[in-house]
């Protein structure tokens, strides 16, 4: 077979072989977010205006964080092959550098009597199990309106949540007892600061 006759053939298997695969971003705004301190859930307009992490060293304001994503039904069916969340830091001056942790967590109930614990490092304890590890973060240089992306772990558990639909709930705990990681909630200055989750999908072609 000449030059020009390979070349025939490989353009005729673009014809006739297409990609069978479309790959897509959906883009899920959290519509919870709850700071978890030892007294409980936060309370007041800061409570939905703020969202913090906070070791132990921080006493009172110890927490650990709760999001909660409603995912659309028009992503059921799909392969995930890609998680980040971001948060928008709003670094007041009580802000500390420090390492949390991102973990996969069971439907919770907003009503549930969740607690910081302060005999656990983490503060959450045996409060919320199974605990799904999806990655962990530096919360470093604190600078207000600062976006931080996570790139969460792709595993057979979040995919199978997320196949699932409905309510999907990300728990962020303190990895030090120093850090304290400040983040906008869910009723932020602007839509824009809230919390998000960002699915890449695929699926296959019409």
């Known amino acids: 077979m000449n030059r020009i006759s390979i070349l025939v053939a490989i353009a005729a298997l673009n014809v006739w072989l297409p990609d069978r695969t479309a790959r897509g971003e959906t883009e899920v705004i959290a519509s919870q977010s709850l700071t978890i301190q030892p007294t409980g859930p936060r309370q007041g307009e800061a409570a939905k205006d703020y969202f913090n992490v906070e070791g132990n060293d921080n006493e009172r304001y110890a927490s650990f964080g709760v999001l909660v994503f409603e995912l659309p039904k028009e992503i059921q069916g799909k392969e995930l092959s890609g998680l980040t969340l971001k948060l928008v830091q709003t670094a007041p001056r009580f802000a500390k550098e420090g390492t949390i942790k991102l973990f996969l967590a069971p439907d919770l109930d907003p009503g549930t009597d969740l607690k910081f614990d302060v005999d656990a490092p983490d503060g959450v304890g045996k409060q919320i199990q199974p605990l799904r590890a999806l990655g962990s973060a530096d919360f470093k240089n604190p600078e207000k309106g600062k976006p931080q992306e996570f790139k969460l772990a792709v595993n057979g558990a979040i995919r199978e949540r997320i196949a699932k639909g409905g309510k999907l709930c990300l728990v ?35």
Request: proline letters at 6%.
């Open 172 to 206: 962020i705990v303190p990895a030090d007892s120093k850090v304290a990681a400040t983040y906008f909630g869910v009723s932020g200055e602007a839509r824009d600061n809230s919390p998000k989750l960002t699915l890449d999908l695929t699926t296959g072609a019409e």
